[in-house]
């Protein structure tokens, strides 16, 4: 059921924000604040499904401060999916009572909240069919993937280009889950590292051998076939060159999307000394028409979301405890 809009100015809904950085799943705190206003070219939604991601803990941590959050308090997660209730000046695509998955500005938030505010650039219709928590992990992680394969490692995801042969870290994650669906959209050679209770789950996502990351072999990133990797979509964290160097052919890329210092370093040194093996860090740069073709390969049946788990608005703490945890088998999901 469609609300009417004019009754939402001025009206409170449940949320959740911490107030300053740090304190986990204990800082954040449930409140009711006013239901928030689309500005120009933003549309309002009745938020159904929220997703978690690193990020929203890594941003109340301070690992990106000064610049985020923009202010406090903040109402963290910018993985939305739901209804539109209201639109503002200059939106054009959408009207009210569509369903949609969008993206909130990262700096702003607002996802773990009844109400939040996107961009319509940003903002996708759903198709019917298609529910909310089978799309609300795709803004962040299915971006990330997406970017990855096709952008920093070049694949073409209709399957035209030869086989490549690409490694995918923490294949049971987020981000890594749907990378191994597109990569095999691109005709890609799956190699998958995660861990053993998960290796059933990422052959069924399509890789075609995967290592537990806990063993001699999967440390080492050895491909079970003797293969060297054109790519990797580096989704776990601290795993030094040395390590990947030997698994790479020629001229083959590894995509880091959680870059730290010493991967700067790596990257600065190996365009120095004009390596054809390379680091290559990533950060997302969100793009609407990106999301759109990941919500039709949804619609079709092509890709999937595994949902870890699925917590009500009012134990919003657990979600974030899992999340932080580092061991989610796909995504993380709020319900308000
Ligand atoms: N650059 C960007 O713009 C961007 C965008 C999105 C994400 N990221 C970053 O990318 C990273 C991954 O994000 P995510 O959402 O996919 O995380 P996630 O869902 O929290 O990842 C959890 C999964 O990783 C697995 N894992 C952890 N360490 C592993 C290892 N060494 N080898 C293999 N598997 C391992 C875990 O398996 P077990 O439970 O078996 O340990 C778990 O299933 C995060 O650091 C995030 O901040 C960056």
């Not at 911490?18 to 070219?41: F, I, M, R």
């Not at 870059?259 to 740069?285: E, M």
């Amino acid at each position: 059921m469609s609300l009417d809009p004019i009754k939402m100015a001025g009206k409170l809904m449940k949320a959740v924000q911490y107030n300053a950085y740090g304190g986990g799943p204990d800082g954040l705190q449930h409140v009711e604040v006013p239901v928030p206003t689309p500005n120009k070219d933003e549309v309002l939604l009745r938020v159904e499904a929220a997703s978690l991601n690193p990020f929203d803990w890594k941003v109340q941590k301070g690992m990106l401060r000064p610049f985020l959050p923009s202010k406090f308090p903040h109402i963290p997660a910018s993985d939305v999916a739901g209804e539109v209730i209201e639109v503002g000046p200059g939106v054009k695509n959408f009207k009210v009572g569509e369903k949609i998955v969008a993206m909130t500005n990262p700096r702003n938030g607002g996802g773990l909240a009844e109400f939040a505010v996107t961009k319509e650039s940003l903002t996708v219709a759903r198709p019917p069919g298609v529910s909310a928590v089978n799309v609300v992990g795709l803004p962040v992680a299915g971006l990330t993937a997406h970017q990855a394969l096709t952008q920093s490692a070049g694949i073409k995801l209709d399957g035209s280009d030869k086989k490549a042969n690409i490694l995918i870290t923490a294949a049971s994650g987020g981000v890594g889950h749907y990378a191994v669906q597109l990569a095999k959209l691109g005709n890609a050679h799956v190699t998958a590292t995660c861990g053993a209770r998960n290796i059933d789950l990422v052959k069924r996502l399509g890789a075609d051998e995967v290592l537990d990351y806990k063993t001699p072999d999967g440390a080492a990133l050895k491909s079970p076939s003797g293969r060297k990797y054109d790519a990797v979509i580096h989704c776990a964290t601290g795993i030094p060159w040395s390590t990947f160097e030997p698994n790479l052919s020629p001229s083959g890329k590894v995509i880091d999307i959680t870059p730290a210092p010493s991967s700067l370093i790596t990257f600065a040194l190996k365009k120095l000394t004009f390596s054809k093996k390379q680091l290559v860090p990533l950060i997302l740069f969100p793009k609407g028409e990106n999301l759109l073709y990941l919500v039709n390969l949804v619609k079709e049946g092509k890709l999937k979301t595994v949902i870890d788990s699925k917590y009500p608005l009012g134990k919003a703490e657990r979600a974030w405890a899992k999340s932080i945890d580092g061991h989610a088998t796909g995504k993380v999901i709020v319900e308000p």
